[in-house]
């Protein structure tokens, strides 16, 4: 089980290795159940060099890290079970990918048109929607070429490979469950240390530089930032509006928002810390109380997860308990993995409480992560009756039964002072 980052996290070389060992492992394993289920027989997959499709990305392998003028991979369902998959690209794509094209005798488009006809499928796969962005990725002009190339009766075969496109994205194989708990205990370690009073002097040390502060570390680790990280002050003076550029003091309520990426996978966290007034020794009793409301709209919400559920019958099940149980919440929990906000069935967003159209209409798979997502409100009567947010993001991993926390959630805020 690989636990956590080291420093400079890892060789670039020994990272490559990992990725396409995980990469191999979902084209012969993973690649072939979802084709089937999904009914589509031969995907596609295309883009340009620096516009690529968000799914060609995902099936690059190291150490390429964009496409080559023009990348296409053709997969195709054998009778057999397996798949055949097939790189047209000047350069090659190495071992995953057979080398299909000959540049001095066809163009890439015809090359592709025809290992789609000797293929002679039922339905030809092409990454178009409107309900994911991250599955609808054939540009105009590429689809454009493809079906100038094709024949007309292969034309008509085309489809929309949605659903084998946020599949593809969203599963998770045991290699990546095997590095991913890792992954988020590295993110609970930053956050540990930056709400600690080796980093935060009460007076002097603002949310912006905690948030820079991150992304120095992040960057000296080695891993990327999938987004600028955030950090928010509460107060009995001070409520959650933007306030980076404050200085935390004693008796604040602090909060962030932490994302990395490593390997291919994200992770995404929200913690508190509190700091302590001179002389005190505990939070103040009303935010802890805030916080176990939401440990308890968590456990909720992840009661709720059941295969085949769409993600907005679990938002409703959900908010329909808390507020039967008097808990004041918002649940905006999301998929997680290849992207931080990633391809899969949404469970609520913060500003769509009664439900995600399209998407959200969606049914839940196994195999899959969710950034379990959600916030509650109260009146803390230590700062005068203040209403008061507690807001909390952990990755978690649904088997088809039960939804697992990556690493353990936070039950009570980090102490500074």
């Not at 100038?148 to 045991?174: F, G, I, K, N």
């Not at 992954?183 to 007076?203: N, Y």
């Not at 507020?323 to 993995?337: A, D, F, L, N, Q």
Request: with cysteine; hydrophobic share 35%; glycine share 10%.
């Amino acid at each position: 089980m690989y636990e956590e980052c080291s420093p400079r996290a890892w060789h670039p070389r020994e990272r490559a290795d990992v990725r396409n060992t995980i990469l191999s492992d979902r084209v012969e394993r993973l690649l072939p159940r979802i084709m089937s289920e999904t009914g589509i027989d031969a995907w596609v997959v295309a883009g340009r060099e620096y516009n690529e499709d968000p799914v060609l990305k995902t099936l690059l392998p190291a150490p390429m890290l964009s496409a080559r003028r023009r990348t296409i991979l053709v997969f195709r369902l054998r009778d057999s079970g397996d798949v055949e998959a097939s790189g047209v690209c000047r350069y090659g794509l190495g071992s995953i990918y057979r080398d299909a094209w000959d540049p001095g005798a066809e163009n890439d488009w015809e090359c592709a048109a025809r290992l789609i006809g000797e293929m002679n499928p039922r339905k030809i796969g092409v990454n178009l929607s409107e309900d994911f962005g991250l599955a609808d990725g054939m540009t105009f002009t590429e689809l454009r070429s493809f079906k100038s190339a094709l024949t007309p009766e292969l034309r008509d075969r085309l489809v929309s490979a949605e659903q084998l496109a946020v599949r593809w994205l969203e599963t998770r194989t045991p290699g990546e469950m095997e590095i991913y708990p890792g992954i988020v205990k590295t993110s609970h370690r930053l956050i540990a240390e930056a709400f600690s009073d080796r980093v935060v002097t009460p007076g002097k040390t603002t949310a912006e530089d905690l948030t820079w502060w991150f992304r120095k570390e992040i960057l000296e680790l080695g891993l990327d930032a999938w987004f600028h990280p955030t950090v928010r002050i509460q107060s009995p003076d001070c409520g959650w509006e933007d306030n980076a550029k404050t200085a935390i003091d004693r008796g604040d309520l602090l909060h962030c928002d932490l994302g990395i990426s490593h390997l291919g996978l994200c992770s995404d966290t929200q913690q508190h810390a509190y700091v302590l007034p001179r002389g005190a020794a505990h939070i103040p009793a009303g935010i802890g109380d805030l916080m176990g409301q939401a440990n308890h709209l968590q456990d909720i919400v992840a009661a709720e997860f059941e295969t085949g559920r769409t993600g907005n019958e679990i938002l409703r099940a959900s908010l329909g308990r808390a507020r039967s149980e008097g808990i004041h919440g918002k649940v905006y929990t999301h998929p997680i993995g290849f992207h931080g906000h990633a391809a899969g069935t949404p469970i609520g967003m913060w500003d769509k409480q009664d439900g995600v159209e399209g998407a959200g209409e969606r049914p839940i798979y196994p195999d899959t992560c969710y950034a379990l997502e959600l916030s509650v409100t109260g009146d803390v009567p230590e700062w005068g009756g203040r209403e008061t947010r507690v807001a909390l993001e952990e990755v978690t991993y649904f088997d088809g039964s039960d939804l697992h926390f990556l690493a353990a959630r936070q039950v009570t805020p980090h102490i500074i002072g």
